[in-house]
């Protein structure tokens, strides 16, 4: 027993033997060796492996080297290990010579099912050029892959939901080092939409479902279609969530079922929020919503927002969208605001007319507003106007809080006669372009310009919302809310002339906080040949909250010789 006991003690007294293995390769190759041979993995784990294990695992790991490189392109390798012991601990060496590499001979793509239509052969051409290994290029098993993969999306994106790669071979001569390369493609039946399967509504019409679907029987089943029904319904304000899918069965190509499943949002809800922001102050709003009046899925909505500089109070009726994608809406606004000493007290009554189709909203109103304007002893005066107004917006973002690519493009135009129950005739003008380009892997540019001109013999008689002032949070930064414009004792009146622009970088570092650096300028005057612009500059944090984007920016009035904070937080409940 004493025996045993010793004997098992100086087992555990003695000391274990390292293992290193090291790779003599390429740098581009070095990596993927180290990482993936069996005993530089042993080596990472500290495992204690006697001799006969190790001779295993050298012989092991020149089969596993010459595997990988030939993921890589490299078909006639030179590989060398050795294992030798240095003071009691094992050095594995490999010396790697990856010789040339293999690159693609030839590419032939063959296509089966509706692609093989004679018809077709523009977009079997475009596919074939659009395939991303040509000849001539290096030859790697991954990039092998992604080409076949890349090669189906546009097709399963489109009208062929059931493509795939019927046949595929790569045949690789490792003495001329040149790769054949053949593949077939299935593309399915083209495929053609039907009438949606409608599952998961009780509260509301069936018909609210059915008029917002932007397909028709008998067009071509396209991804992007499906995804604009999905946002459509999730956005209509009558459901929480939607999912919009076809299932891609070759025997239903000629009219597939649109598999249509959603989940309600209750009939009636009733939300409040708080905020803050440089531009008007703080804030607490409240709104009641129905959204099933008569049964007729009739939204009827009550609101109330009171801020520092603005108190705001309407209801507004909404009908749901109808067969033609058009929605009504009637409604009534009262306001109340006094920004750099202009105050107005409005009402606001009005119809409108929108379409929404992709990515374009287009509204066309009609609205009677009567004001009262106070500009300290200078100005007090009473306007009316009856104006019909056309808006027009393109977005191309996505849906992301701070996009990286795209554009929002916004075009206005509206007027009125004195003649119809306004006290001067006048037309108005108005465009704002936002551009968003990627800039590297973390950061993006943001490019903005906004004109906006009031036609008219003179500005008398036109209400405030009709006119222009510059300064603030979207505007030009590193001066107050509406502070640019024509400067009176008491306050800052409204104009007929705006033109603005700004130039922004963002670097967004891991995780949701990111940066900015931006120069905006701009002005609004009486006439184009009095704006003169007046340049902000400054720096920023941006912040992905869940409850938003948070944007705070620090910015320098040039003209005013000031510093100003701009910042806007928003929470509903």
């Avoid at 060496?93 to 004679?118: C, N, Q």
């Avoid at 919503?289 to 008569?294: A, E, F, S, T």
């Amino acid at each position: 027993m004493l025996n045993a006991l010793l004997l098992l003690a100086m087992l555990f007294a003695m000391p274990a033997h390292a293992l290193t293995v090291t790779v003599d390769a390429p740098e581009e190759l070095e990596a993927l060796l180290t990482q993936h041979l069996e005993a530089a993995r042993a080596a990472r784990r500290g495992e204690t492996l006697d001799e006969v294990e190790l001779l295993r695992l050298r012989e092991l790991g020149v089969e596993t080297a010459r595997e990988l490189l030939a993921t890589e392109g490299y078909f006639s390798p030179q590989i060398e290990s050795s294992l030798v012991q240095t003071e009691g601990d094992w050095v594995m060496h490999y010396a790697v010579t990856p010789g040339p590499l293999t690159r693609v001979r030839m590419l032939k793509i063959g296509f089966e099912g509706g692609l093989a239509d004679s018809e077709q052969a523009r977009l079997r051409a475009r596919t074939e050029r659009s395939f991303t290994l040509q000849p001539q290029m290096p030859f790697r098993q991954a990039d092998w892959n992604a080409a076949k993969l890349m090669l189906l999306r546009p097709l399963l994106a489109g009208r062929y939901p059931a493509a795939r790669i019927a046949a595929s071979e790569a045949r690789v001569d490792p003495v001329l080092q040149a790769a054949d390369l053949t593949l077939t493609v299935d593309s399915g039946p083209a495929f053609f939409y039907g009438q949606p399967v409608i599952s998961g509504y009780q509260r509301y019409p069936e018909a609210i479902i059915r008029n917002l679907n932007p397909m028709k029987p008998g067009k071509p089943v396209r991804q992007q279609d499906l995804l604009d029904y999905q946002i459509a319904l999730e956005t209509s304000g009558y459901f929480a969530q939607a999912t919009v899918r076809i299932e891609p069965d070759p025997a239903l190509a000629a009219a597939v079922p649109i598999q249509v499943e959603v989940v309600e949002r209750p009939e009636k809800m009733f939300s409040v929020g708080i905020g803050y922001s440089t531009d008007t102050g703080a804030r607490v709003q409240a709104s009641w919503l129905h959204r099933d009046i008569l049964d007729r899925g009739l939204r009827l909505k009550f609101d109330a927002k009171l801020e520092t500089d603005r108190q705001t109070g309407g209801v507004e009726l909404a009908w749901p969208r109808n067969a033609r994608g058009y929605e009504h809406s009637v409604g009534a606004l009262r306001r109340q605001e006094d920004i750099e000493g202009q105050e107005t007290r409005s009402n606001v009554l009005g119809v409108k007319r929108s379409l929404a189709r992709g990515q374009i909203e287009s509204t066309l109103s009609l609205q009677y507003q009567s004001e009262e304007q106070e500009i300290g002893d200078v100005v007090d005066v009473r306007n009316q106007a009856l104006t019909a107004n056309y808006a027009w917006t393109q977005r191309r973002v996505g849906r992301a809080f701070y996009p990286r690519r795209g554009y929002v493009l916004t075009l206005q135009g509206g007027g009125a006669l004195e003649a119809v129950l306004s006290d001067t005739t006048f037309a108005r003008l108005y465009g704002r372009h936002t551009h968003y380009f990627r800039a590297g892997e973390n950061g993006r540019v943001i490019l903005r310009g906004e004109l906006g001109s009031v036609l008219a013999q003179t500005r008398e008689g036109i209400p405030t919302d009709f006119l222009f002032r510059a300064g603030g949070d979207n505007s030009v930064r590193g001066y107050a809310y509406q502070s640019l414009g024509r400067t009176l004792e008491g306050g800052v009146a409204s104009v007929r002339y705006l033109a603005t622009g700004s130039v922004e970088y963002n670097y967004f570092f891991e995780g949701n906080w990111g940066m900015a650096v931006f120069v905006d300028a701009g002005d609004a005057a009486d006439t184009p040949g009095a704006l003169s612009p007046m340049f902000g500059y400054g720096v920023g944090a941006r912040y992905r909250s869940p409850v938003g984007p948070v944007n705070l920016d620090v910015a320098y009035g040039e003209a005013t010789d000031e510093i100003r904070l701009h910042f806007s937080l928003g929470v509903s409940f």
